[in-house]
């Protein structure tokens, strides 16, 4: 079956710095992935979307990477904040003939100020 | 729009008892889905709807059932709380490939 792996170590950053987080899935090719910000408390907010023909994806500070060889997609925010501080979830789409998102665990993210 | 809300925000249950955890959508999509999310282990499918009289089951349904009379709503019922449901709980609505989410109802069963 597929699986998708993130960091689950937390990551400390300097204000400033970029952030970078990986994840990894296997035994799937899947057509886009997703990534989501979750805050303690509230529920996963949705925020890039990368197909697999797209290498890279930006929107603001965001940049995803997509590398179906590797069967990676890594997330960068640039010049981070602490309020970029959070959980970060990728996920999967529904294989064929199913409708079931698979998400990973989450990266947590910390900026230090 | 409200987007997508949940009810009750926390909830203490008994063993044995039943509940519902409300859910509900104004944005009109078709997919509804409930998670639950536990510490080391990811959001994991409980029950989806692709639209109104129809559900399926996910990763983990033992334990809960869902009706979906309407667009609107997506109720989960836990029928008989074991302490194994304590968790935190998601309803999503989908449109194309961005899932919303509720804010979470937190479920403790003692």
């Known amino acids: 079956s597929q699986k998708i792996e993130q960091n689950s170590e937390a990551l400390n950053i300097q204000e400033g710095k970029t952030a970078t987080l990986t994840c990894n899935y296997t035994?799937?090719?899947?057509?886009?992935l997703q990534w989501y910000r979750q805050d303690p408390g509230r529920g996963p907010v949705f925020l890039l979307l990368?197909?697999?023909?797209?290498k890279e994806k930006r929107k603001e500070r965001l940049k995803v990477t997509f590398d179906t060889t590797l069967k990676q997609s890594l997330f960068h925010i640039t010049a981070s904040q602490p309020a970029d501080s959070a959980t970060y979830l990728c996920?999967?789409?529904?294989?064929?003939?199913?409708?079931?998102?698979?998400f990973g665990t989450g990266t947590r993210l910390k900026v230090l100020a | 729009n409200a987007g997508v809300t949940q009810t009750p925000k926390f909830q203490v249950l008994k063993t044995g008892q039943s509940m519902t955890l409300q859910c509900a959508q104004d944005?009109?999509?078709?997919?509804m889905s409930w998670y639950r999310q536990d510490p080391g282990m990811g959001l994991r499918l409980i029950h989806y709807?692709?639209?109104?009289?129809?559900?399926d089951q996910g990763e983990v349904p033992n334990g809960y059932n869902v009706s979906r009379s309407t667009t609107e709503d997506f109720p989960l019922r836990l029928l008989s709380a074991a302490p194994s449901q304590t968790s935190v709980y998601f309803c999503?609505?989908?449109?194309?490939?961005?899932?919303?989410f509720g804010p979470g109802t937190r479920l403790t069963v003692l």
């Open positions: 999503a609505s989908r449109q194309g490939g961005e899932q919303f």
């Open positions: 035994n799937y090719s899947p057509a886009y």
């Open positions: 990368i197909r697999e023909n797209e």
């Open positions: 996920a999967l789409p529904p294989t064929s003939g199913t409708y079931k998102y698979i």
């Open positions: 944005m009109n999509h078709e997919y």
């Open positions: 709807s692709v639209g109104a009289g129809i559900t």
